[in-house]
């Protein structure tokens, strides 16, 4: 294809692209470098229902007038990043300096809040997909060696939690671990424990979230495996029974490499949503005990009267970046592929 | 004190207002945007009997109200035309300047309300405030009679009885506050330190003055609270606390008043558990005097990027839709604030922590920063990962990063 038609070809979705997804990323990085502008503070006597007390308020003529001067409010450069809420070098600086021991330095960076995050989120995410590769895979591979009658229905039923809300997915669990719910009562008869509870411990909360997430994500490669499996040529399958090859070798001679580049395809999408792990965490209400990224821009733009969108900015770009880390290996290995494929 | 003005409004002869079309109105659009709730609700409806003739009113009720309020309001037009707001959040409304002063409208249409109802910020009105709202004591009292103790006075109290229900074997986790991580942990926090009668801030400042001997105790004291809690408590919210209580799980229990009427209808529980619920006033602690509780109203502002005509129109409609009809017919709804109101059995928290001192929760613009710095860090105090001193630094720490980026701090 000439590169012209090529061009003309691939604007549409080029303009698409930098209209929906390259702008806005590039507004909310700028708006990631400014903060509010300072506020000008007075105090004021406020009367209520309940009396009056001397407070201090906003000016809001005075604050009024530095808005108009520079409506994206004040340029920070950096420091929204570099503060305690995100990077936090000051604090990572002080930690390395004060710290006595390699288990104190680390307690003392997983106590800020983007650490704290991230080690959840990091977990989370390299827990949640193999698990949801291997499982996935293995439903796949049971639903296709049913006999066709039932196969529909089992498939209909397999993909349940992926059609649930993920919202209302985890709160239905989040009833049923409950001291009083299904799960969480039968499990403290199980142990015979009255204080055990999914929802109080920290690890507890950890694995209820883990496990909620391969629930949830499974379907999703359990469907594109099956896809991968209606494309195994039967010839060298067949080949391979008459060779005496057991149900296992077929499976891991034969129908693993032919879905290899499946697993990749699995591997990035579950790298990015689950580097994206939030539902869950609202769901659960674990904040307590597991905060993840998105979580953190959440609170940001909801968890008081006023919004910190610098701040909120600021986690989405690291947010950005970090997929962009993570990401690079996988993309880098389809990219080797591709290349030895194509001379 | 102030609740005295409610008991006697009951006996007094009152002006009642009818609702017809229009409200005398000829025409003006009324749009409404407020939390989510039976009382609120009610509110609304009396300003939509306002509807017609020209006047048109339509509303949005949702609990994320506060999310939206700013942006809804600083278009111009404003896309609704009165926000109906708390203490806490009429602060970003009042900072921005999106709410207009009703001083001339009170004076014009507002000759029923009553002088405690106008919310005044140097000298201006800028918001007619309708119901009031506290946590207080909610007991059972067969529980505590059975287990021999009397009825809290002070959080000692409480622990001391809930040990008692607990030893006497009746309930292993007898007590609850809302202590879901986040805002509601936070408000346990705010009302428990106000009880200390120590300020949140340095005078006259933005500085934060938590991370003292009075935080360290308050911390304590709600480790010691949450002992007798269920070890789920960093989930419990409003709605799973009167869930708690409606199913005779719980015997003491700190909760909004607003929730009372909920608890005490007959609705969504058991007679014996209905008919044993008590409330009483906020308890005090540590030797203080003050209740540990802060004071909320609700109440309604009108846009300022609004015209004049429109505003008075929603004016009108919402002074409608808190007449002394409407209270008559919402009785046990809400502690309101409103002329006609007789206060009722769900009332008795709500007045017996106003009256015994309680402070209104600060309406100052940083607090909500504050707020939230609480949310996200005490919990990990009260689940024993960190010293009452060091989630106070982070508190701090928490604060003056976001307090810095809103501008309040340099």
């Not at chain 1, 000051?90 to 995050?117: C, H, M, V």
């Not at chain 2, 009165?82 to 207009?100: C, E, F, K, Q």
């Not at chain 2, 009722?344 to 504050?370: D, S």
Request: glycine share 8%; aromatic share 10%.
């Amino acid at each position: 294809m000439p590169h012209k038609t090529f061009l003309w070809f691939i604007l549409p979705s080029l303009a698409a692209m930098v209209l929906f997804i390259a702008l806005p990323i590039f507004s909310v990085f700028v708006q990631s470098l400014y903060v509010e502008h300072d506020q000008v503070l007075i105090t004021t006597e406020n009367c209520g229902p309940f009396g009056c007390k001397q407070e201090t308020t906003v000016d809001v003529e005075a604050t009024q007038i530095l808005k108009d001067q520079a409506p994206l409010g004040k340029f920070n450069g950096f420091q929204t990043y570099s503060n305690r809420s995100h990077l936090a070098f000051a604090e990572l600086t002080q930690a390395w300096s004060t710290a006595t021991n390699a288990r104190d330095f680390f307690g003392q960076i997983l106590n800020l809040p983007f650490y704290k995050a991230l080690a959840f989120t990091l977990t989370y995410t390299f827990v949640v997909t193999p698990f949801v590769i291997v499982i996935g895979l293995g439903i796949a591979l049971g639903v296709n060696a049913l006999p066709a009658k039932i196969k529909g229905p089992t498939i209909f039923v397999s993909l349940l939690p992926m059609i649930v809300t993920p919202l209302i997915g985890s709160l239905i669990l989040f009833w049923m671990i409950d001291a009083q719910g299904i799960l969480g009562a039968t499990l403290q008869r199980l142990f015979n424990d009255n204080a055990l509870s999914l929802k109080a411990s920290p690890s507890l909360t950890w694995v209820m979230l883990f496990v909620y997430g391969v629930w949830h994500s499974a379907p999703f490669s359990f469907i594109v495996f099956y896809a991968g499996l209606q494309s195994v040529p039967s010839e060298t399958l067949e080949a391979a029974m008459i060779d005496g090859a057991s149900r296992w070798q077929r499976v891991r001679y034969v129908v693993i490499p032919y879905l290899t580049p499946l697993v990749t395809f699995i591997t990035l999408m579950q790298l990015m949503d689950n580097f994206r792990v939030f539902e869950p965490i609202v769901g659960f209400s674990a904040s307590a005990n597991a905060t993840s990224l998105s979580w953190i821009i959440f609170n940001d733009l909801r968890g008081q009267d006023s919004q910190l969108f610098g701040s909120a900015a600021a986690t989405s770009m690291l947010t950005i970046l970090g997929v962009a880390i993570l990401l690079t290996p996988v993309l880098i290995r389809t990219w080797r592929e591709f290349n030895s494929k194509t001379v | 004190m102030y609740f005295k003005r409610f008991a006697m409004a009951g006996t007094m002869a009152l002006m009642s207002t009818t609702a017809y079309a229009g409200c005398g109105l000829t025409s003006g659009s009324v749009r409404i945007l407020s939390n989510d709730f039976p009382a609120v609700h009610a509110v609304a409806e009396g300003a939509e009997a306002c509807a017609g003739d020209g006047v048109t009113v339509s509303k949005n009720q949702t609990a994320e109200h506060k999310d939206i309020q700013v942006a809804a309001l600083t278009s111009n037009p404003a896309q609704y035309t009165t926000a109906v707001v708390a203490n806490s959040s009429i602060v970003p409304l009042l900072s921005d300047g999106l709410i207009r002063p009703l001083d001339d409208l009170v004076a014009k249409h507002g000759q029923s309300l009553n002088k405690n109802q106008l919310v005044t910020i140097d000298g201006k009105v800028m918001a007619i405030a309708f119901m009031a709202n506290a946590q207080h004591l909610f007991y059972r009292s067969d529980i505590l009679e059975k287990a021999g103790v009397d009825v809290p006075t002070t959080y000692e109290d409480v622990i001391a009885a809930s040990k008692a229900i607990r030893a006497a074997g009746i309930m292993e986790y007898p007590f609850a506050l809302n202590t879901k991580s986040g805002w509601n942990l936070a408000e346990e926090f705010v009302n428990m330190y106000m009880g200390t009668g120590a300020p949140i801030f340095k005078a006259g400042t933005a500085e934060p003055s938590v991370n003292n001997e009075h935080g360290v105790a308050t911390l304590n004291m709600l480790k010691e609270l949450v002992a007798y809690s269920n070890p789920d408590y960093l989930t419990y919210d409003s709605n799973a606390t009167q869930a708690l209580w409606e199913s005779g799980e719980l015997a003491i229990a700190t909760m909004w008043g607003s929730r009372g009427g909920a608890m005490l209808d007959d609705e969504g529980s058991s007679a014996e558990v209905v008919s044993a619920t008590m409330l009483s006033g906020a308890p005090t602690w540590g030797g203080g005097s003050v209740p540990a509780s802060t004071l909320w109203w609700d109440g309604f502002t009108i846009a300022q990027n609004i015209s004049d005509e429109d505003a008075e129109a929603t004016f009108v409609a919402m002074m409608n839709g808190i007449s002394t009809d409407m209270v008559k017919a919402n009785n046990d709804k809400a502690v309101w604030l409103i002329n006609g109101y007789v206060p009722g059995k769900a009332a008795e928290g709500i007045a017996q922590t106003a009256n015994a001192g309680a402070v209104p929760y600060p309406m100052t613009p940083f607090m909500g920063a504050m707020h939230t710095a609480l949310g996200a860090e005490i919990s990990d105090f009260l689940q024993g990962k960190e010293s009452a001193e060091q989630a106070l630094m982070d508190v701090e720490a928490a604060y003056t990063t976001a307090a810095k980026e809103q501008g309040f701090l340099k």
